[in-house]
């Protein structure tokens, strides 16, 4: 390992654990006021929105983006999996096992 | 999922998670041993920046001989919805020490703040240490050990895509948003349901603009906004 690479790994790691521990200082010590409070319980469903739908859009720059099939396709059977059984790990199995299917059959 | 906030049920709620781990973990292992980073350089990134697509934007950065302050800027801005959860989870830990609340920060993930997000649904809007830390840690092992795996199968496996394990960490979004929909009883399914429409909408419109990670923060802060404003 070069310390070029060394460096680069220390120096992302030290933002990176910044990122996750400020805030957790900052809400310990100061109350939060109640419109960031309201804020922020829309956190979850928002961004969790965002990871799965940023997976089925591929980004072109300056113009609309385009459909990630594969991901479209596979994201089906796992909503249908959600909806049935509640269970995440059925959910991760499925959703799995459709993706190794539509690729081994070429589907998109 | 229960109301229990033990290790054991804390093992048990994990385990789900852990699939989108050694799926997207291999990956790493693989793609950054095919990009000649070493073992020692591969466990090293996930045991201490410990970020998915962190991870993957530092090691392309790194072929390309980007400059060190260029990698660490990249690595804050796909990082910085790390703030946002953060913020979010840290309101349930008040009560602890500086000391654990940085233990239990250190380790959290948009798996894991996902996961006890949905937690509190079960348990009355509690969270406990003991429950996240075992949650965390388990993530945390699992990640290092799927990289590493991944970095010693390299040369071998040469399209981890095939199994369709790179879908695991999609399928859990899935899991995740939909039980966070149904369980969450403090907000109306239908405003909740408007303002998963509304971040489709301007994800979609941001992804023209910027770049995937800006558009993901966007659409994320205008969601929130969005959810504030419909409720009052």
């Keep these: 390992m070069t310390r070029y690479i060394f460096w680069t790994i220390i120096g992302c790691g030290i933002v990176t654990v910044l990122s996750r521990t400020f805030p957790f200082l900052l809400v310990k010590n100061f109350a939060l006021p109640k419109w960031l409070i309201h804020f922020l319980s829309f956190v979850p469903i928002a ?30 059977p796992a909503i249908l999996t959600a909806i049935i059984t509640k269970s995440l790990l059925a959910i991760v199995v499925v959703g799995i096992i459709a993706m190794a299917l539509i690729r081994f059959f070429a589907l998109v | 999922m229960n109301s229990e906030l033990s290790v054991k049920s804390g093992l048990h709620d994990v385990i789900p998670t852990t699939f989108g781990y050694i799926g997207v973990g291999l990956a790493f292992g693989i793609v950054s041993r095919t990009s000649h980073l070493s073992l020692l350089a591969i ?157 489709v909408v301007a994800l979609y419109i941001s992804l023209i603009f910027m770049s995937a990670n800006a558009a993901l923060l966007v659409a994320t802060l205008l969601g929130c906004v969005f959810g504030v404003v419909i409720e009052r």
């Design chain 1, 47 to 76: 961004i969790m929105t965002a990871l799965f739908v940023e997976n089925l859009l591929i980004p072109h720059q300056g113009r609309l983006p385009g459909i990630d099939l594969e991901n479209l396709l596979a994201s089906l």
């Design chain 2, 43 to 199: 466990l090293l990134m996930s045991l201490v920046v410990y970020a998915g697509s962190a991870q993957f934007v530092i090691t392309s950065m790194l072929l390309a001989g980007s400059p060190i302050s260029a990698i660490i800027f990249s690595t804050f801005l796909v990082n910085a919805r790390m703030i946002l959860m953060s913020t979010t989870i840290a309101q349930y830990f008040r009560r602890y020490s500086s000391l654990a609340n940085i233990g239990v920060g250190s380790l959290l993930t948009d798996e894991t703040f996902a996961l006890g997000m949905n937690k509190l649904n079960y348990t009355n809007h509690q969270l406990n240490l003991r429950w996240f830390n075992t949650t965390n840690i388990v993530a945390y092992l699992v990640w290092a050990a799927a990289s590493i795996t991944g970095a010693l199968i390299g040369n071998l496996v040469t399209d981890p895509k095939k199994l369709g394990l790179d879908f695991a960490l999609v399928a859990m979004f899935i899991g995740l948003l939909y039980l966070q929909l149904i369980s969450d009883r403090s907000k109306k399914l239908l405003t909740q349901l408007i303002v998963i429409i509304f971040v």
